[in-house]
């Protein structure tokens, strides 16, 4: 299968590019603005996986091109850059393309981070509205902690919550999910249901906040 | 010191009745509109702690008499209650009784639950608006799995956000939590971060609804 991680320079979108180049036999496909980052950063991330011993297929394109090529595109890119994201690939994009957004909406005040919830019910529902009618939306990764998810000597341990209107494409995020040692992926329902998933993102970030000892925090539902 | 579980006859009030006289030194008192219906529940608790050798100060009022008598009173109701149980205690609070609200909103369509935020900005904010000016508020036990928490015999192994704007308070409570076994206490900060907490709640019912084997669930933040 071939992944792409647009925005796969970013935090989240790196991490996810190092776990599934290193956990799954896929192809890992870094897509950014500015192709010659994303071959920049791809060669980084290949660097960093040889010296573990893991040969692995990732390379750098433009957004466009990298989703294209793409069985499942994740759109690792801040809640003010997806529907431009979106419209920047659109054109490569068909139903055999699963598009999986992990983006949330936050504000910040003196108290701590705040959920942002957008006029469209979530950050989720807007990846949706923006992308063709034919290409299936996931959400996905909305609260994995980012660096622990880049640092693959750490046991990542944790649950992404998945939602969708696709059962086909739910079913291609979660098992592609699951090859990723330590991550659990647990089904949420319908895309309607993205919001309280994205709003566990700011809880998580009041939580390191306010506790000693604990940071770069991830959600368990048990 | 002296625990009141008002609503102490409903699910997550019987569970925190439970776990507090098992875990704890502390007289427990369950309250609830109905006296005699609090003296039933308390008799009820009292030999299903009695069975496993716990001796334990388990006594039922109403819920004015009960939050009268508290250093903490626990507003375990629905809430739709809230207001009119902090009417009916009122009187009898002062500045050293802490009252902690569990309590969430939700509205449920087709899809699942979904939260439904209040205009004052969460449903711990409505007890703190409610409550007298001098007495201190703590949102703590929104995300509890009620089932496991009255099964004396299941491990509980799950994280309570407490929120609150009065630090001597919250200390209290996370204290007093954190006695219970398998409890672990977090501090996401001041009451106006509540309503990330609670949105938990309905997602907690859509991933067991949607997962064969998860039910019952609590969150861990690691």
Redesign the interface.
């Known amino acids: 299968m071939q992944i792409a991680l647009l925005g796969g320079t970013g935090d989240i979108g790196e991490g996810l590019a190092l776990r599934f180049a290193c956990d799954t036999d896929h192809d890992v496909l870094i897509g950014s603005r500015d192709a010659s980052r994303a071959e920049s950063n791809a060669r980084e991330y290949g660097v960093e996986l040889d010296k573990r011993g893991v040969e692995a297929d990732v390379t750098g394109h433009d957004n466009a091109d990298a989703a294209a090529a793409a069985d499942v595109a994740v759109l690792a890119v801040p809640a003010y850059h997806l529907a431009d994201t979106v419209a920047a690939i659109e054109g490569g994009l068909d139903d055999d393309t699963v598009l999986v957004t992990p983006a949330v909406g936050m504000k910040r ?1 003196e ?2 981070f ?2 942002n919830r957008p006029g469209a019910g979530s950050v989720t529902a807007i990846a949706a509205e923006a992308a063709p009618e034919d290409v299936p939306v996931v959400g996905a990764y909305h609260n994995l902690p980012a660096a622990r998810l880049a640092d693959l000597d750490a046991d990542l ?2 649950d992404t ?1 998945i939602v969708g209107d696709d059962g086909d494409a739910v079913d291609t995020v979660t098992r592609l999910s699951e090859e990723i040692e330590g991550l659990r992926a ?5 895309l ?2 993205a ?3 994205e ?2 993102t ?3 970030i ?2 390191a ?3 000693d000892g ?1 940071h770069d ?6």
Do not use: Q, T, W
């Open positions: 005040d108290d701590g705040h959920y341990d944790v919550a647990v089904d949420a329902g319908p309607s249901n919001a309280e998933i709003a566990i700011p809880l998580l009041n939580v906040k306010n506790n604990m925090l991830g959600v368990r539902f048990e």
